[in-house]
């Protein structure tokens, strides 16, 4: 079949593990609405849905999504072991009866289940791409992972900023001449509704009014986002700036733990949890300062998507962060696990409000000029282009 500009239309798979709202699911679904309005033939899969989005993303998306229900969190393991093997028969089946010309895999665990099948059903073109670390990794399952990419199981590794290369490389063992780089993009922020309304709309939401300091944290609320160390920040910003306010978007096991630590410290009244959030870029606008406290990152959406907005931003020095801010410049960089260093990266932007400004215009130029959904996804069309034309002769298609 034939696209309207004569380029052939090839199939693609989008594989990911969980459907969730989180950085690379967010990746996903960028780039397969962008391949299907190119003239693709898209599909999305997902072993399993975790926080109830199926019907959601279906009448949000033009392609095709698929739940491959192959595990379930709040069941056991001898359960999940045998809908995990139902899941891997149904996606055997479903790659098998679509012929696809390309799959891409997204984080180590659909890398590590959905390559083999592919090849095994015959996909020509199988690329797995790497996110960063994931929490709690065993060391059987890096092994694993590196030595399926390195085998002919998988034709290249994409990470998605250099330091996630170099991760992949040193403890996978992954070869570098596999692992091709390619930068994170977002979807750039619409203007449609007026950003002081919006701005309001979240205050007033909050109990909160215009002499409040929003300082915004975005992620899940596990041990590698670092959220610990910013909740022991929170007493020695408050003591400075007493109306300062801390808001936490995201679920995760921590919370409680989280919420015990604010009440010890006496900070409750200075800190929101307000769990998973759809509006996250009427949160953006409504905030004065982002904070990304991780311990371990690959090039996070969520600060991309802070800078875009304006918003002087703190992040620790982990992963691909040192790419897109240059420390003192676009925002501030500091060491992880320092909550010392957190606070004294805040107060400074508070106390300086001209700096802070001066920083959010600058990691907002930063974002247009290098990291948008369309830079990345014609990266990523070279590379792919670049396999199928070595894989699927001409009259194949």
Same mark, same amino acid.
């Given at each position: &079949? ?16 969980? =459907? ?41 998306? *033009? ?24 899941? =891997? ?69 994409? +990470?998605?900023?250099? @330091? ?24 750039? !922020? ?9 701005? &309001?709309?979240? /205050? ?19 041990? @590698? ?18 109306? +300062? ?53 690959? /090039? !996070? ?5 802070? &800078? ?8 620790? @020095? ?16 500091? !060491? *992880? ?12 932007? /508070? ?7 001066? &920083? ?32 699927? *002769?001409?009259?194949?298609?």
């Amino acid at each position: &079949m034939k696209t309207s500009s004569n380029r052939p239309q090839y199939k693609i798979l989008f594989l990911g593990t969980q =459907m969730a709202l989180a950085g690379a699911q967010n990746v996903l679904t960028s780039q397969a609405t962008w391949f299907h309005e190119k003239g693709y033939d898209v599909t999305i899969a997902y072993f399993y849905d975790k926080q109830e989005l199926e019907a959601i993303w279906r009448s949000k998306y *033009p392609f095709k999504i698929i739940n491959l229900h192959a595990w379930n969190a709040r069941k056991s393991g001898p359960y999940n072991f045998i809908t995990l093997c139902v899941g =891997m028969v149904k996606l055997f089946n479903l790659m098998r009866a679509n012929k696809y010309d390309l799959i891409e895999t997204f984080t180590s665990h659909s890398n590590i289940l959905g390559l083999p099948v592919a090849w095994l059903t015959g996909i020509p073109v199988r690329i797995g791409s790497h996110h960063g670390k994931i929490e709690d990794s065993a060391s059987w399952l890096l092994r694993l992972h590196g030595k399926i990419i390195n085998s002919g199981i998988a034709i290249c590794l994409i +990470a998605v900023s250099n @330091q996630v290369k170099e991760y992949a490389v040193s403890h996978e063992r992954v070869k570098e001449k596999k692992v091709k780089v390619i930068l994170n993009g977002i979807e750039l !922020p619409n203007k449609a509704t007026s950003e002081k309304s919006r701005r &309001m709309d979240i /205050l007033n939401e909050l109990g909160l009014n215009t002499d409040n300091k929003l300082i915004l944290s975005v992620g899940r609320l596990t041990r @590698q986002k670092g959220q610990s160390y910013l909740v022991d920040a929170i007493p020695y910003v408050v003591e400075k700036f007493p109306s +300062a306010t801390f808001v936490f978007a995201g679920d995760g096991y921590l919370l409680s733990d989280l919420e015990k630590k604010s009440k010890k410290l006496k900070i409750e009244s200075n800190l929101h949890f307000i769990g998973l959030r759809t509006d996250i870029a009427d949160l953006l606008i409504a905030a004065d300062i982002f904070v990304l406290p991780s311990l371990s990152e690959g /090039l !996070p959406i969520s600060l991309l998507e802070a &800078m875009s907005v304006g918003l002087p931003v703190v992040a620790t @020095q982990v992963g691909g962060i040192e790419d897109v801010i240059e420390n003192e410049i676009g925002g501030l960089v500091i !060491p *992880p696990k320092n909550f010392p260093s957190l606070a004294t990266a805040i107060i400074r932007l /508070l106390e300086n409000p001209d700096e802070a400004e001066k &920083m959010g215009r600058i990691g907002r130029e930063q974002v247009y000029s290098r990291y948008t959904v369309g830079q990345m996804c014609q990266s990523y069309e070279d590379l792919f282009l670049h396999f199928l034309s070595e894989t699927i *002769p001409h009259d194949e298609i």
